[in-house]
């Protein structure tokens, strides 16, 4: 396990951390030479070999990170030549080779539905389209499904609640893979049955974060603090 950044106040971020190796119950410190400057809600992917850490904010909001190896104790930094725009609360997914951000908010930007696909080996990003994504959102659940990332739930100030809705992703080999605006179908809206093609669905008007966890093939958790758990099937 690797632990890193944060912040230790409301204002103070965090710029190290530490690999937990269970076998021996112990700790190791993170190298401190090429890592990211101290932040708090980034996000991070694991590749298999490398940590991505990526986005957040320390006092404004960032559009960088780095790579690091456990194996080598080194951070290698990732692109900055277009990369998506400053953003915290957005999310990441892996897809098996790259990277996928996506939404978030930003400090001159508001609330976004953009987004990138970064991929390490040559150290790359592409943009992800405009055209038929999601409403833009903050604190919105992603995951990858196989072949597929899914974008659910989140919140908009602009919006009168949280959204009950989202869609899949699929990250061709292509620069700029499409969105589908039409993936996504709510149960209570057409009569279908839950053990049916749908959607999960949840929201309401409680506000809240939501975490997305990928279980079985075809299974979704939604897991909204402060509003509970929803399960649907997704094919």
Do not use: Q
Not at 113 to 131: C, E, F, K, M, Q
């Amino acid at each position: 396990m690797i632990v890193w950044g944060g912040r230790s106040t409301e204002t103070a971020a965090l710029g190290d951390g530490a690999r937990y190796t269970p076998a021996t119950n112990t700790w190791s410190l993170i190298s401190s030479a090429g890592a990211p400057s101290p932040r708090w809600d980034h996000t991070a992917v694991w590749t298999g070999t490398e940590m991505i850490v990526w986005g957040g904010a320390n006092g404004t909001t960032l559009n960088d990170g780095a790579r690091y190896n456990p194996a080598t104790n080194t951070w290698t930094p990732v692109s900055s030549v277009f990369p998506p725009s400053d953003r915290t609360n957005h999310t990441t997914v892996w897809d098996g080779a790259r990277m996928i951000v996506w939404g978030g908010s930003g400090s001159s930007t508001g609330v976004l539905n953009s987004g990138g696909v970064y991929d390490p080996l040559p150290d790359r990003w592409a943009p992800t389209p405009i055209d038929n994504a999601p409403a833009a959102r903050s604190l919105h659940a992603a995951v990858w499904a196989k072949d597929r990332m899914i974008v659910w739930g989140g919140t908009n100030p602009a919006a009168t609640a949280p959204f009950g809705n989202g869609a899949r992703y699929t990250a061709s080999d292509e620069e700029n893979p499409d969105f589908s605006d039409d993936s996504f179908l709510r149960p209570e809206d057409t009569g279908e049955d839950s053990d049916k093609e749908t959607s999960i669905c949840g929201g309401g008007r409680r506000s809240g974060s939501w975490i997305g966890i990928w279980t079985i093939p075809g299974i979704l958790l939604a897991i909204v603090f402060g509003i509970g758990l929803r399960r649907r099937t997704v094919r």
